[in-house]
């Protein structure tokens, strides 16, 4: 009885472990999500905390997976071994391997020998036929390279890079580098402290451009170097804190003999992004790995840019640059200038999305270059206006005194809001009339000191600047803001500071001559009050035949755009007839970061420069075409017999 009891049991058991057996065999698959599968076979030491499935499967073909993990610096010098003739497979696996002992060591060593390693196997056999370019290991390695040098560089926590020639160690020996101390050199500038970019997450703009490529893409801080007035003109309208976004390259000589002798010889090259986005190498063009996002995004990160905002408009602001208008970089001849032309209480820094997706356009880029015009927006726009178009005249003379640069007659200005009224002067003939609205007594006849008449001169009197060809409004208010009361202006009066020279030269203006209007100067909040005489002038001229105009005017709310408003102007305010074009965005009043803003903008670029525009208008005029005409929800079914009377 008890020997079949036993049986019994031992037969279950058996038939649990065979069914245990068939749901779970020594080798088979297990199915999972496409994500999980696609991290585990593409994870390596850049994504994850483990090097990638072509390392581990070389250390786990040797059997030494184990042992790397215990000394990894004794198996990575057993994996190089005499230094010869090392295939692309162990120049790959050593490159990754050095790179996770440094992060793990916080050795630069490590890091440098990973990028020497990279190096070689990406560009530096000559004896075998080049990595195929769907290899993922080709990417990966690049990357291993531009990290490599990057942190192998480093200085300190703050991401700073190094580069001076020198002797640098290796594990298995070092490598000297030079460096010619020309590519340094930047207008009149030179390149003192470079920062890292490949270790910085950006925040706040709406996309991250990148180019892939070779090299550590670098933010570098400038230094002014020269004296005389060449010198001063160049340096006068780049902003002192500006980052260039460069990239520098470790060129390895000769690397597969240096890998295995221990002594290497490379020399470091810096190429700033606005000169080229490649480099010569081996007989071939080689694009750089390029980070202009960041380089921007780290430029403005704390910048006093943005405190300028309020206090511009608060007090008699002197711009930090002599005349308003400053360059993102020295000037390129055969570029078109785009004026960007900021609006009240805002700054050059409003525009960082604009000039971050356009810069980074591939038709655009190499053809177009920003200016940015900056001025104390509670000043009375005329003066304001008078201001830019000084910067326009001589920026023009200084960059091109014999008018050799077709460019320079094709200028673009953009203007949000405030900004928009001041473009609209650029291309406006006023002849008398914004002064015989003030005064029935001509100029002429007026008596003033030379120092005031002339101040008075130029804001009161437009002509069309022939040069600037197309304009572009922006939340524009022509006819003036309905968000301007007595409330507002009777605050605006109190807090701002108007510059001296315009307070004294009205007051003298008054004193001297009988019959004038005895008022303050007017802020530029006045001139926006939609009965005020300088905006129904300014709404009731003409623009200059020969300009193209646009507009682009952002809307709330869904619908007809008649009687709506963006929060500060309303439709038609910001409507003109006869533009060019006229484009409906929905959004508040600040929309230059808004995509529908953007891709008008650059679709007005392409019109201006002769590029077909392709998918880039095509795709969202295909969704609007597409939204347009599908059909309107219809409204809930009302049950009648529910309804009772009263």
Not at 101 to 113: C, D, G, I, Q, V
Not at 271 to 298: C, N, W
Request: net charge neutral.
């Amino acid at each position: 009885m008890r020997s079949a009891l036993v049986l019994k049991r031992a037969g279950f058991l058996s038939a649990v472990l065979l069914l245990a057996g068939a749901c779970a065999t020594p080798i088979g698959v297990t199915r999972v999500d496409t994500q999980s599968m696609y991290r585990s076979v593409t994870s390596s030491v850049l994504s994850g905390d483990r090097p990638s499935q072509y390392s581990e499967q070389l250390l786990t073909r040797l059997g030494l997976g184990e042992r790397f993990d215990k000394d990894p610096e004794v198996v990575l010098a057993a994996l190089r071994g005499p230094g010869e003739g090392l295939s692309r497979e162990y120049l790959f696996v050593l490159s990754e391997l050095s790179f996770y002992h440094a992060t793990k060591s916080n050795k630069p060593e490590y890091f440098l020998a990973s990028a020497v390693y990279a190096w070689a196997f990406v560009l530096g056999r000559t004896d075998e036929a080049r990595v195929d370019p769907i290899d993922p290991r080709l990417r990966l390695a690049t990357n291993l390279y531009n990290l490599g040098l990057a942190q192998g560089l480093e200085v300190g926590d703050e991401a700073a890079v190094v580069l001076e020639p020198g002797s640098r160690p290796l594990p298995f020996g070092q490598i000297e580098i030079s460096m010619d101390e020309q590519m340094l050199l930047w207008s009149s500038y030179r390149m003192t402290r470079f920062v890292s970019l490949g270790e910085f997450k950006v925040r706040g703009f709406l996309n991250r451009y990148r180019q892939a490529g070779i090299g550590a893409p670098l933010a570098a801080e400038l230094t002014p170097v020269g004296t005389g007035p060449e010198a001063e003109e160049a340096r006068k309208r780049i902003p002192p804190r500006l980052k260039v976004p460069v990239t520098a390259v470790l060129l390895i000589e000769d690397v597969s003999t240096g890998i295995a002798t221990g002594n290497l010889k490379a020399r470091i090259e810096v190429y700033a992004a606005d000169a080229t986005t490649t480099m010569e190498f081996g007989g071939r063009s080689v694009p750089l790995e390029l980070e202009p996002t960041a380089a921007l995004a780290y430029q403005l990160e704390g910048a006093p840019v943005w405190d300028t905002e309020i206090g511009a408009f608060l007090s008699a602001f002197k711009p930090p640059f002599p005349e308003g208008l400053l360059m993102m970089h020295p000037y390129r001849p055969g570029r078109v200038p785009v004026v960007l032309v900021h609006g009240t209480a805002s700054s050059p820094a409003r525009w960082a999305d604009i000039i971050n997706e356009l810069q980074n356009d591939p038709k655009l880029r190499g053809r177009i270059q920003f200016w940015l015009f900056t001025y104390n927006t509670s000043n009375p726009i005329l003066l304001s206006a008078s201001d830019l178009r000084q910067s326009l005249q001589r920026i023009r003379k200084e960059l091109d005194p014999d008018g050799r640069d077709p460019a320079l007659n094709q200028l673009v200005v953009i203007g949000h809001s405030q900004g928009g009224l001041l473009t609209r002067l650029m291309v406006t003939d006023s002849g008398t009339r914004f002064w015989d609205a003030y005064s029935p007594t001509p100029f002429d006849q007026v008596e003033l000191s030379p120092e005031t008449r002339a101040l008075i001169q130029r804001s009161m009197f437009f002509e069309h600047q022939p040069y600037v060809t197309r304009v572009v409004f922006i939340a524009t208010p022509h006819r003036g803001s309905f968000r301007v009361s007595s409330f507002v202006l009777s605050m605006v009066r109190k807090l701002v500071t108007l510059p001296l020279t315009l307070v004294t030269g009205l007051a003298e203006l008054q004193a001297k001559n009988t019959g004038l209007p005895k008022e303050a100067a007017p802020t530029a909040v006045d001139n926006m009050l939609p009965t005020n005489r300088f905006v129904r002038n300014l709404s009731a001229s003409p623009i200059a035949p020969g300009v193209t105009a646009h507009s682009i005017i952002p809307e709330k709310n869904e619908g007809p755009p008649e009687g709506q408003d963006d929060g500060v102007v309303k439709y038609e305010s910001a409507h003109l007839e006869g533009v060019a074009s006229e484009k409906i965005v929905r959004s508040t009043h600040s929309t230059q970061s808004t995509p529908a803003t953007i891709l008008e903008v650059r679709r007005i670029l392409y019109e201006h420069l002769g590029i077909a525009c392709g998918l880039e208008c095509e795709v969202p005029e295909r969704v609007e075409a597409a939204m347009a005409s599908a059909p309107k929800p219809e409204p809930p079914a009302v049950d009648t017999n529910a309804i009772q009377s009263p």
